[in-house]
């Protein structure tokens, strides 16, 4: 008998994930997985739903109806806190920093809970794979560049030493040669086997670390599937490049 490929088992399954504010459905019936060790995108024009989902996976707003599954572990249930601690981080839209606190006091945020030896560790850790970070560590974190600054709110994310990332357009704002920068800091991340959720409008970089990406358009997943297969559909460009084009 011809042996089956393997099916990556998702490290995150969302079904039917509905989320409103009062009257207004964002996000209807959305249905997504994320596997270890890829970055999974989440495309659509402005409006279309694609923050409420993320935070609609880590119930930072209100879900209306929909499962969340992590690790093979129905986690509907658990509050935010505990889905960070269970290994979920957010990398939120327009980064999060806090321009006047120091930038190991804004990544210390990411370790928050901790005691103080699993701070420091993993504070080593992220000096290790930000070297740059070690000596500027106690500069406030609005002295650094756009770049520098969303490099920060990813360590930020790692600090929490999570499993899935969710990243809230980290190219946003910033220079062609930053979303580079940035492009290889999510792909190394991605290679040490962390499974992401991207929403980004940045077709380049979507190209360039997603293999599959989901199309959301008023709240609902309109396509999904390789990404070179969905940008080469007129009606997906037009929704994913609203903004951009
Ligand atoms: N806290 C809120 N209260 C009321 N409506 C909201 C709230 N957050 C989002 N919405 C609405 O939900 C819809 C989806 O918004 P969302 O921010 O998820 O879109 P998006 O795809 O992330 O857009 P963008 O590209 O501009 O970031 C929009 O109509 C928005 O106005
Ligand atoms: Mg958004």
């Not at 994930?17 to 249905?31: C, I, K, P, Y």
């Not at 804004?106 to 420091?120: M, P, Q």
């Not at 929403?199 to 190209?207: H, I």
């Amino acid at each position: 008998m011809p042996e089956t490929s393997p099916v990556l088992k998702p490290v995150l399954e969302v079904s039917g994930l509905t989320v409103a504010f009062g009257a207004t459905t964002a996000v209807r019936e959305v249905s997504l997985t994320a596997a270890a060790g890829t970055v999974t995108g989440i495309l659509g024009a402005n409006g279309a739903g694609k923050t409420t989902t993320l935070l609609g996976v880590l119930g930072l707003v209100p879900r209306r109806a929909g499962t969340v599954a992590f690790d093979g572990r129905d986690v509907t249930a658990l509050e935010t806190g505990a889905l960070v601690r269970a290994g979920i981080a957010l990398c939120p839209e327009n980064r999060r920093l806090f321009p006047s606190m120091s930038i190991e006091d804004n990544l210390l945020l990411g370790a928050y809970g901790h005691g103080r030896k699993v701070r420091r560790a993993r504070l080593d850790r992220t000096y290790e794979r930000f070297a740059w970070l070690r000596d500027r560590a106690a500069e406030p974190a609005g002295r650094l560049s756009g770049g520098q600054q969303q490099a920060v709110a990813i360590a930020r994310a790692l600090m929490s030493e999570p499993r899935l990332v969710l990243l809230d357009e980290p190219s946003s704002g910033l220079s062609p040669v930053a979303v580079d920068e940035i492009g290889e800091l999510l792909a190394g991340i991605a290679a040490d086997g962390t499974a992401m959720l991207l929403v980004e409008q940045n077709v380049k970089l979507v190209q360039r670390l997603c293999s599959t990406a989901y199309v959301l358009s008023h709240g609902r997943v309109t396509a999904s599937g390789p990404v070179a297969d969905l940008l080469r559909d007129d009606a997906v460009s037009d929704a994913y490049l609203g903004k951009a084009g």
